[in-house]
């Protein structure tokens, strides 16, 4: 019987280490959607006459024009425009990748990026990532895990799992995000192992 205690405490313990691992990994997704959707990135062109502000995902948030710039031919100024939009929107992916490397290790997608971008407008990684270093703003520190707040779920029931089944609530589909989708996944496929 001392055995068959001992492999279900040794469950329990797995089963609240998994538990610790997604409240973390929850966590950390909040944290990372939440600085991703606050990203801003501006560009201008050498005279400054255009003056572009992207955001998330590349979306442009607003354009300024001077007087300049609308004296200038409508070909020059259509020319300008795009430049300083792509400067604008290149600006705001790398903010983006740096974002998520800094929240998920390994994934390495500002090295992505930067040699995407390189290829892209003809000049060096290391010149972007000198860029990128220069626009990231200071990050706070991060919280040690003894800090950190973990529900605790010594007192639930797991082996009852049709409590479990019946509190969950219903899967949200057509509206979610491809992160949403992934954390789908992702718990999906925990139930089944």
């Known amino acids: 019987m001392s055995a068959e205690f001992e492999r279900l405490v040794a469950q329990f313990e797995q089963f609240q280490a998994k538990m610790k691992r997604v409240d973390d990994q929850l966590a950390n997704v909040g944290q990372m959607q939440h600085e991703i ?5 501006t560009a201008a062109n050498a005279d400054r006459s255009v003056t572009v502000v992207a955001g998330p995902g590349g979306a442009i948030k607003d354009i300024h024009l001077t007087d300049q710039a609308l004296a200038q031919r409508p070909q020059v100024l259509a020319s300008e425009l795009m430049a ?3 400067q604008a929107v290149a600006e705001a992916a790398r903010k983006q990748a740096g974002i998520v490397d800094d929240h998920v290790a390994g994934m390495g997608i500002t090295d992505q990026v930067l040699e995407t971008q390189a290829q892209l407008f003809g ?3 290391d010149e ?11 990050r706070q520190p991060r919280p040690r895990p003894e800090e950190e707040y973990h529900e605790d779920y010594s007192h639930q029931d797991f082996l009852d799992g049709d409590d479990a089944q019946q509190s969950a609530p219903p899967p949200v589909s057509g509206g979610g995000s ?8 992702l718990f999906n496929d925990d139930d089944h192992r």
């Open 84 to 86: 300083t939009i792509q």
């Open 128 to 138: 972007l990532r000198e860029r990128l270093e220069q626009e990231r703003p200071a």
């Open 178 to 185: 491809a992160g949403d989708d992934f954390l789908q996944n």
């Open 123 to 125: 000049t060096s990684t």
């Open 37 to 41: 959707a606050a990203v801003e990135a």
